[in-house]
């Protein structure tokens, strides 16, 4: 599988964006899940399921 | 014990959404949503989740085109520019043999991620050049380019020059040139790719080569793909 072939189907299979630059910092499959959770945990297009209910916002 | 992705992941099942804002760690949650325990592991673990946050980030600082093949060294780097593929993988095994101190860096060109991609050799030069310039703003500069890659590095470095920058090297490997279209040139190229079709590994390259252009029909349909 060629590096660009690979970008398409993470974007497919996992619907992130993962730059080319990023295969070649993290090369080995362990840094790159560690990408790919990444990309995957901070994802909040499809933000709330429950828009209407209650909700609480707080500094940490 | 959970490690900060795993703890995100949970919560994010949850609509618990996390976010840094004026180096702050701000958490927004589904009342109720947040028992004892969850507060508890939010707050021990906030410099790692703030950590896992800024990394998220840095990945997503949008598309770069420069491709960090490899990276190190303390000469000056010799830039790759796309070939026929666009992207300039290819480039990695010659990047591993060279010197420990030559840097190779990759050049690609956008519509890669979907974008619109630039159709002509001297807009891709000039996209190129203003990468590659903003990585190292002056010269001397080293282009190399693979098959169709080597009319784009041939066009960067005219570029380069007219624009009073010095090109030290000039790379074409295995690149198309001015007579490889004439009558005499591609009667070669049929006669040998005829004699390689006669051997049994030119038989596989054959059946090969098929399948790929099957594989590309099937992405662009036929006609964006000229007839042999």
Known sequence: ?60 | MMDAAALLSTLRARDVRLWIEDAQLKCSAPAGVLDAGLREALASRKQEIMDFLRQAEALKSGPTSIVPIKPGGRRPPIFAVSGHGGDVFCFLPLARHLHVEQPVIGVQPPGLDGTEPLKSVEALARYEIEQIRRYRPGGPYLIAGHCAGGVLAFEVAQQLVAAGQEVALLALIGSPFPTMFGRASLMWVRLSSYAMALTPGGFARKLQLRLERQRAEAVVGPAALTAR
């Open chain 1, 1 to 60: 599988m060629t590096a660009v072939g690979l970008v398409a189907r993470l974007r497919t299979v996992f619907d992130i964006n993962v730059e080319l630059a990023t295969l070649f910092e993290r090369p080995t499959i362990a840094e790159l899940s560690e990408a790919i959770d990444m990309l995957v945990l901070t994802d909040h297009r499809f933000a709330s399921r429950s828009p209407s209910g209650a909700r609480e916002e707080f500094d940490l």
